[in-house]
């Protein structure tokens, strides 16, 4: 069966700081990835999507990166913390089929506050 | 624009009742919606999916209905649990044979007391 980790669970940082965050996806291979940002009493909104190796697709202009340096690993990135990056992240993936009934599978998420 | 809203924002009911829960979406050219469960502090888990086509889907006690043609979504609990406390996400999906062009609700605060 397949697993989605992510890590850390709980992160505090310092605005200014660099951030990393780490997700893994287990037992498949070549999925779409996805990084999503849930503010409170707001939906989720996508950051990030890959659909391969080195590819990255940006949906909204922030201070974030991300990476996906293996198949089933994707970084999401900062440089420099704002404020408003506080939330929780979640990672996701789906099966690389084209067609809209694939369902999502989200990871535990990483819940970031910056102080 | 693309939208999902939901309603209510937050609902509070005793252990062993039935609610609904509401979905109304914009999402044009549409392709299929989801309902997924959100636990607090947890990412969330896929509840049902349904294309057009179809107008029910349940998932234990757990039923949701799609009108494609209001555009409009339910979903519905039967004999709530304690455990069914969570957040409920309606997301719909845009046909074009993209999985990851969704457009999120903010979700239904559901709190189930004793």
């Known amino acids: 069966s397949q697993t989605i980790h992510q890590w850390p669970a709980t992160l505090v940082q310092p605005v200014g700081s660099p951030l990393s965050l780490e997700c893994t996806v287990e037992?498949?291979?070549?999925?779409?990835l996805y990084w999503y940002r849930q503010a409170a009493g707001r939906g989720l909104q996508l950051l990030f999507y890959?659909?391969?190796?080195?590819?990255i697709s940006s949906e909204v202009p922030q201070n974030l990166s991300a990476s996906r340096p293996q198949d089933r690993q994707f970084i999401l990135s900062s440089k420099k913390l704002l404020l408003s990056d506080s939330g929780f992240y979640l990672c996701?993936?789906?099966?690389?089929?084209?067609?809209?009934?694939?369902?999502?599978?989200f990871g535990p998420g990483t819940r970031l506050l910056v102080l | 624009k693309n939208q999902v809203e939901q309603s209510p924002q937050s609902l509070i009911i005793l252990e062993g009742k039935n609610c609904t829960l509401q979905?109304?979406?914009?999402?044009?050219?549409?392709?299929?919606l989801r309902w997924y469960k959100q636990d607090t502090g947890r990412g969330p888990v896929s509840l049902t999916i349904?294309?057009?086509?179809?107008n029910t889907k349940s998932n234990g006690r757990y039923t949701a209905t799609l009108d494609a043609d209001t555009k409009q979504s339910s979903l519905h609990i039967t004999a709530s649990q304690l455990s069914d406390s969570a957040s409920y996400i309606c997301?719909?999906?845009?046909?074009?044979?993209?999985?990851?062009?969704?457009?999120f609700g903010k979700g239904t605060l559901l709190t189930v007391n004793p």
């Open positions: 996701a993936w789906s099966p690389s089929l084209r067609g809209g009934r694939v369902a999502q599978y």
């Open positions: 037992g498949t291979s070549n999925p779409n």
């Open positions: 890959s659909v391969g190796i080195g590819q």
């Open positions: 979905c109304n979406y914009t999402v044009s050219p549409f392709s299929n």
């Open positions: 349904m294309t057009f086509s179809e």
């Open positions: 997301v719909v999906s845009v046909s074009g044979g993209s999985n990851y062009k969704l457009t």
